[in-house]
C-alpha cells in the first residue's frame, strides 16, 4: 500500500493526473490548516497549480499524497485514514504517494506534534469532496437527485439497488466542477469508519521486509560516498591539512575541503575535510589516516562545569520578569520559612538510531537530493545558499526517516552531499557514523531554574518565585542571540498552571558556545521536570500526599488566560477559544492516571512512586512511575503508567505507540549522561558514553489511557517526554527519600 520512489533510476511515483485521474487538492492562504476550496484537475498543466493531495486512478485506486516526513509517528497512515474515512473509500484500495520539497504544500515541517492538528480538517474536507463528486456524477448517469445516492466502500448505491463503483465513475466526474465547502457534508464521528481507531502501520509489512527506503538505502548509480572530518568546535575552521596518508587508502578517490560557515549556524555545514572513496569502509579508514590541525576560535573555551556555574548564578539572582501576579517579591522577602530549590539539565542530543545521511546529484540547472529530512523546504533553502542556485532549482526527495527528533529539521547534511556533488560533478552520498552524530549535533540547551515558595498555615504556596536561563535556539539563527523568545518560554514555563495570588517568573540571559537546536518536547523538558519536581517537594514540606497536593496547586477547574497576568503566550500558534489552557483537563488526566496506578496503595520496602503532569503542544500528560531503589542505590523502574488527552486523535494504536516512545526518551533525559564539553569539544562519541535507555533501563509495561474526546485535535508525538523525568525523580523520593535536582540521575543513588 505504500510506495517510493525507483532510487535506481533516479524516477519518482507521481500522481497519476495526467493519466485522466480525479485529482483533488487545494489553495493555500499561508500555512493555513483549512482547504480553502476544492481544486479539480484534468491534466497535468492544471494540476501543477494545484495542492495536489487527493487523485482516483480511472483503475480505482487512491493516490493519497503525503507531505509529511514518516519517521516512525505513522503519519502516512493517520493522513491516509483520514482521507479514505471522508472519501468512503475501500483500504485496500489505497497507495499513499511521499510528496518531495515544495511550497506549494504549505508547511511540510513535520514538528512540533502539528501534522493532524494542521491538516485534518482540509483532508476531510477533499475526502468528503470527492465522495460528493462520485454521488452527483452517479446522479446525473442515473438522472435522479443527489440525495438518492449514497457511497460506501469504493461504491456509489441508489435508493432502487443500482451501483456504480467509483472506477466507473471518474470520467463522469473530470466535467463536474469540485463542490464549495458549504455544499459538502463531513461525516459524523460515529459514522467513522477508519479515524479513531487502531489501523495497521500502512509501511509496516515493507519496514518488516526490509523493502523501505532509508536515507541510507539510496543506491544512486555509480555514487561515490563522503565521510567528513568536521571542526570539532563550532565556529573553528581548518589551520591545515595533510591528506597524503588518507588519498594512499585503497578506495579513496578524493579529498575535498568544505568552506567554513559565515554568520550564525543556521543550518550550515560546520566546514571540515571530505573523503570520498568508492565505499564506506574506504572512506572511514581514509578520514582516519587524515592528519587535521584546527583553529578552535572564539567557542575553544566552552566548558560544561564553568557554564553550569554561570547558569546557576544567572539565576540566583533577579532576571528579566515574564509574567507577574500580586507580590511575590516581597512576600517571600518576608518569609521566615520558604522552600528554595535549584534544577539544572544537562545539554542532551537527539540521538535518532538512523544518523544523518543524504545524497546529491548535481546538474548546472538542477540538483536532486535523497535525504531523511523532517523539513525538506528546509533542505531546499540550505542546498540554494550553499550553491548558490535558485532554491526552486533544488528538487528534495523525501526517503524515510529511522528516527528525527528535531535533528532531521536541520539539513546540514543535505547541504554537505550537494556541495561535494557540485565540486565533484559525482553524485555523492554523505553517510554520518553515530560518533559524527553525537559529536555535531544542534544540541538540546543546556538549563538552570531556580525557585522559592512560601507556603500559608495550610500548606499551600501563597507565593512563587521561577527564574529560567538557558541558551536560546536564536542563537542558531543570529549571532549574538542570548534571551530565549517567547516561543521558548511558553513551553511550560510562562505557562505555568500553579494556582496562587503571588507568582513572578523571570527569564535570564545565557550565550550560546555550541549550535543549539530543538529537540522531542523541547524546553517543555526542563520546565516540566523543575514545576513538577517543586511541586512534590512542597507537598513533601507540608505533609501532604503528592498527588493530592497537586490537584489542590493547579487548583479548580478552570480556563487559564496568561497573558492576563502579562505574560506573552502564543498557544503554540492556536487559537486560545479553540485549543484553551483547560485547568480542567489537566486535573482529568492526574485523576485517570492515579486511578489507573492505584495510587496511595501500600508498597514493599524500597519502593515508591511518582507522578507529574503538564500541558504542551496543547496536549495533557499525567504520568506514574513505580520504582525500587535498593540498599546500593540501584534503580529499578517496575512500570509505569500515562494519561493522555491529545482531542481527538486519528488511530489510537499510533497514539499508544508515541506515548510510550515519548516515555522511554524521557527516561534518556533523565538517565543519560548527557553532553559535557571541554576545549569547547563534546565529550561523547557514542552509546557507551551517551547512554540511551537499554531494555534493562525501561519498565516492563508502559500502560496507556487515551481520554475519549471531541475536541479538536492536538499533539502526540512529544507531550509524554515531559513529565516523565519529574515522575521518575519523584518515585525515587517516594522509595529512598533521595531528592534528585539536577540530571542526569547518574550516580546520585550511589551517594
Known sequence: MSQYFDLTRRSFLKSSAAAGALVLGTYFAGAAPRAMAGVLAKSSESAKAANLFVALRPDGIVEITCHRSEMG???????????????????????????????????????????????????????????YLMRQAAAARWIVAIDSCSAEQHLVTHSSGKTFTYAELVNDALSITPPALDKITLKKRSEWRYINTAMEHIDLKDIVKGKAIFAADVLEPKALIAVIVRPPVVGGKVKSVDAKAAKAIKGVVDVVEIPAPQGAPVFQPKGGIAIIANNTWAAIQGRKALSVTWDDGKNGDYNSETFKASLLATVSSPQSSVREIGDATSILAKASDK??????????????????????????????????????????????????????????????????????????????????????????????????????????????????????????????????????????????????????????????????????????????????????????????????????????????????????????????????????????????????????????????????????????????????????????????VEVEVSDSGDLNIIKSWVSIDAGTVVNTDTVINQVQGGSIYGITAAISEGITFDKGRAQQSNFHDYRVPRMSDSPLEIEVEIIPSEAPPAGVGEPATPVYAPALCNAIFAACGKRIRQLPIGNQLKA
Request: charged content about 25%; overall charge neutral.
Open 339 to 624: 522552600l528554595v530549590a535549584d534544577y539544572y539539565a544537562p545539554h542532551l542530543a537527539q540521538a535518532p538510531m538512523e544518523p544523518p545521511c543524504a545524497t546529491a546529484m548535481y546538474y548546472k540547472d538542477h540538483v536532486d537530493v535523497w535525504a531523511a529530512t523532517q523539513n525538506p523546504q528546509a533542505d531546499m533553502a540550505t542546498v540554494s545558499a550553499m550553491l548558490g542556485m535558485p532554491k526552486e532549482k533544488i528538487n528534495v526527495h523525501v526517503t524515510m526517516l529511522g528516527g528525527g527528533f528535531g535533528r532531521k529539521s536541520k539539513p546540514d547534511f543535505s547541504a554537505e552531499a550537494a556541495y561535494l556533488s557540485m565540486k565533484t560533478g559525482k553524485a555523492i552520498r554523505v553517510q554520518w557514523t553515530r560518533e559524527d552524530d553525537i559529536q555535531n549535533s544542534f544540541y538540546h540547551a543546556v538549563s538552570a531554574q531556580h525557585i522559592e515558595a512560601s507556603l500559608d498555615e495550610n500548606g499551600a504556596i501563597e507565593a512563587y518565585l521561577h527564574r529560567t536561563a538557558f541558551s536560546p535556539i536564536a542563537s542558531t539563527f543570529q549571532e549574538g542571540a542570548t534571551a530565549p523568545g517567547s516561543f521558548e518560554l511558553r513551553l511550560g514555563f510562562t505557562d505555568n498552571p500553579i494556582n496562587t495570588p503571588n507568582m513572578k517568573l523571570e527569564n535570564g540571559e545565557a550565550p550560546a558556545k555550541t549550535r543549539i537546536g530543538w529537540m522531542r518536547s523541547v524546553s517543555n523538558i526542563y520546565h516540566a521536570f523543575a514545576i513538577q519536581s517543586f511541586i512534590a517537594e512542597a507537598a513533601h514540606k507540608a505533609g501532604r500526599d503528592q498527588k493530592d497536593y497537586l490537584l489542590e496547586t493547579i487548583g479548580p477547574a478552570r480556563i487559564l488566560d496568561v497573558t492576563e497576568q502579562n505574560a506573552e503566550y502564543d498557544n503554540y500558534g492556536a487559537d486560545k477559544a479553540t485549543y484553551p489552557l483547560d485547568i480542567g483537563k489537566l486535573r482529568h488526566v492526574i485523576e485517570k492516571v492515579a486511578e489507573m496506578s492505584q495510587w496511595g496503595r501500600k508498597l514493599p520496602k524500597g519502593r515508591g512512586l511518582g507522578i507529574a503532569a503538564h500541558r504542551s503542544f496543547l496536549t495533557y500528560v499525567a504520568t506514574v
Open 73 to 131: 509517528q505513522q503519519i502516512r497512515t493517520a493522513l491516509a485514514q483520514i482521507v479514505a474515512d471522508e472519501m468512503e473509500a475501500s483500504w485496500d484500495k489505497i497507495v499513499v504517494i511521499q510528496g518531495k520539497g515544495d511550497p506549494k504544500y504549505g508547511d511540510q515541517n513535520t514538528d512540533g506534534s502539528r501534522s493532524i492538528r494542521y491538516n485534518m480538517q482540509r483532508l476531510r474536507e477533499m475526502g468528503a469532496s470527492v465522495r
